[in-house]
């Protein structure tokens, strides 16, 4: 007898019940029920019964007659994870499906799955040759995931005469990070390569070494890079310094930084690496002036931004443009709802830099006045001092500067 309460018993015994109402209706002659019950299973509780009856039953819904099933039976199989390694030499199969769809579905399952997929990985490779950027981002994404068992297929694969192979089996050697030390010489390699999206992905696979004291070796190689022709390069190679850190490394690292420019500064905004966008944005901040005015419209799209570093440093920059970045105060005026108070005060300062012309804010500005961070409450008021107006100059008749 097993240690499990009563309550635990009886809740899955309930599971196991739906389970296989769920099974049972995967043959049901309905398509849109085998559909619902193909997207349900992959939620499904991971147990013991449900890796040894549903994981089969998904894998034979992968050829059913209707393709949204289909469509959906296979990112089921990859949300079950590991338990369902049985299923790999079904979804190797599909990545030669005719749906696109399905290819892509199938890469991002084997590599949910993990190590367990590692006999696909010459299949997944091959799969990079795929025009579909989106099925090329899935494969890259997969064999990443895949993890250290598939280094030595990747090393050899970064040869390949094509550019996409080459660009993805490097991107892949990057996500799997310290474990594809043994693929550093090939790495190397590629941050000479004519195609620029190998240069950057094989710059950012070394930073991302950088726990293995070998990456040392390429700090000469990511040195060049930070006078390549292409921008993205420069600043992920300069990014694979900064994490590799030795002395030599921080040094060349720093002289980068200390002679950015506004329109490569402004393009990092954009950039894929967290931290570039952090050094990108809080660079710009200290060397924008009005007269870079004309560049408001992509600055303020920073102020989305996933990281609130990001948008505090954006919003400090359109405040040192000034009335000028006038074409910013509506996405500023949303920025004070920012769940981050930094943002939210930063955003306030921005539109006071603003003045009159960020009129369209008053009425939120008068809100945080009663925000609960003293910080933006300040910067509010000041903000309303600056636009001026008469509610403006109303509210503030009533506001408590301390």
Known sequence: MSGQSEAERLRSARELKTMRGLITDLSDQDWQVRLKAAGKLGKV????????????????????????????????????????????????????????????????????IGHHSVDSVPNLIELLRDRDKEIQKAVSWSLGIIGPEAVPLLAEATKDKGAHVRSGCVFALGNIGPNAITALPEL????????????????????????????????????????????????????????????????????????????????????????????????????ITPENAQQVEQIKNGLNDQMW??????????????????????????????????VRAAAAHALGRIGPEAEIAVVRLIKKLKDEHKGVRTAAGVALELIGGADADKALQAFNWD
């Open 45 to 112: 509780r991971k147990t013991q019964e449900m890796i040894l009856e549903a994981v089969p039953a998904l894998i034979e819904r992968t050829t059913d007659k209707n393709e949204f099933v289909r469509r959906t039976a296979v990112p089921s199989l990859g949300d079950i994870g590991p338990q369902a390694k049985v299923a790999v030499p079904t979804l190797t199969k599909l990545l030669k499906d005719e749906d696109p769809q399905i290819r892509r579905s199938a890469a991002y399952s084997l590599g949910k």
């Open 188 to 287: 190397r390699k590629c941050m000479k390569d004519s195609d620029i999206e190998v240069r950057l992905n094989a710059a950012k696979a070394i930073g991302n070494l950088r726990a293995a004291k070998e990456a040392e070796s390429a700090i000469d190689d990511l040195i060049y890079l930070l006078k390549d022709s292409d921008p993205d390069v420069r600043w992920t190679s300069a990014e694979a310094l900064r994490k590799i850190g030795t002395e030599k490394a921080m040094e060349a690292w720093l002289v980068f930084e200390s002679q950015p420019t506004v329109p490569d500064l402004i393009k990092q905004l954009s950039n894929e690496d967290k931290q570039i966008r952090i050094d990108a944005s809080e660079s710009l901040s200290k060397i």
């Open 309 to 342: 570093k990001v948008r505090v440093a954006v919003a400090e920059t359109l405040a040192k443009i000034g009335p000028q970045a006038s074409a910013a105060s509506k996405a500023l005026k949303k920025a004070l709802k920012d769940e981050n108070e930094l």
